[in-house]
């Protein structure tokens, strides 16, 4: 499997992301997997940063290909951004010898699929065809950067924490990651408070989201491990505890929270995001799988 982005602005592979029509992706694909990827949530997006991935242009600019990894996705409305890495040392490929290649790529030059800005996916292995360029699935295995941890869809939510996620999600995108810290902080915040509320739990005073954590832990029997290696999963959970108590101090020192004169750089700062967005993947499907969405 691979994805092959077709695009018809001069230059856009030399950038670090780029944006289309979300009605775009899963055209020239096969009905199966058009169906399949046309819905963009959290597992489809995860398959498909997973997927070698095609950059190319359209016929007229003959311009040559790259190859590299899509490493971010996010919705917009009608449209889909996306962040992407190429494969470091490559060979571009040029355009005409790419097209000698499309049937077994399955490009269907013959419908112009090469003339249309658009993302499609197909069932090829792209490194086996491509390996007459000198490229190798070793090439692709560790690309040069690491996707981030995906935005989570939360079924428990509020406007605070919607909004908190969406400003995060903006800020990561345009200023970096140390300008998106304090959001995803609040976000963490707002969520921990919405879901002991919905649980009926008291709250504690100056509610933080060390002492929200600890309630929840506690008194809520949905986040206390009885499955296979409770133990061991218990003992990760306690481990948490000491990432979500390390949180308020990150934020209120290092972040753009407050004007401190020192601030996380961009590896620390995604490590606090990836870290908060990972909790709340594992919060909100325990909620789910307990029946308190509601």
């Known amino acids: 499997m691979y994805n092959l982005i077709v695009t018809g602005a001069a230059g856009t592979w030399d950038q670090a992301q780029y944006s289309m029509e979300r009605s775009r992706v899963g055209e020239y694909t096969d009905d199966a997997l058009s169906a399949r990827y046309r819905v963009l949530d959290e597992r489809t997006i995860a398959e498909l940063m997973s997927f070698p991935t095609l950059f190319a ?27 992407y890495v190429m494969l470091g040392g490559g060979p571009a490929i040029p355009a005409a010898q790419l097209l000698e290649q499309a049937q077994h790529l399955d490009i269907d030059d013959r419908a112009w699929e090469m003339n249309r800005t658009h993302w499609a996916v197909k069932d090829v292995d792209l490194m086996q065809v491509l390996g007459k360029f000198g490229l190798s699935p070793h090439d692709l295995a560790a690309p040069s950067q690491l996707g981030p941890v995906s935005q989570p869809s939360l079924s428990v939510t509020s406007v605070v924490v919607e909004r908190a996620l969406g400003d995060a999600e ?85 972040s753009v929270a407050h004007p401190n004169p020192d601030l996380l750089s961009e590896p620390e700062a995604m490590l606090v995001i990836n870290c908060v967005r990972t909790l709340l993947h594992y919060l909100d499907s325990r909620a789910i799988r307990s029946g308190g969405s509601t």
Not at 59 to 83: D, E
Not at 223 to 244: C, M, N, W
């Open 57 to 83: 242009y359209e016929k007229p600019l003959n311009a040559p290909a790259r190859v590299g990894r899509v490493t971010h996705i996010a919705t917009r409305g009608a449209g889909v951004r996306f962040k």
């Open 170 to 254: 903006r800020l990561i995108e345009t200023q970096g990651p140390t300008s998106g810290v304090d959001r995803i902080h609040t976000a963490l915040h707002g969520y921990l408070i919405e879901i002991c509320q919905r649980a009926g739990l008291p709250l504690p005073t100056d509610p933080s989201i060390t002492k929200l954590w600890n309630l929840l832990r506690q008194k809520d029997p949905r986040f206390q491990p009885t499955g296979a290696r409770a133990t061991d999963i218990e003992r990760v959970l306690k481990a948490v505890a000491v990432i979500v108590d390390a949180l308020n101090p990150v934020r209120n020192k290092a």
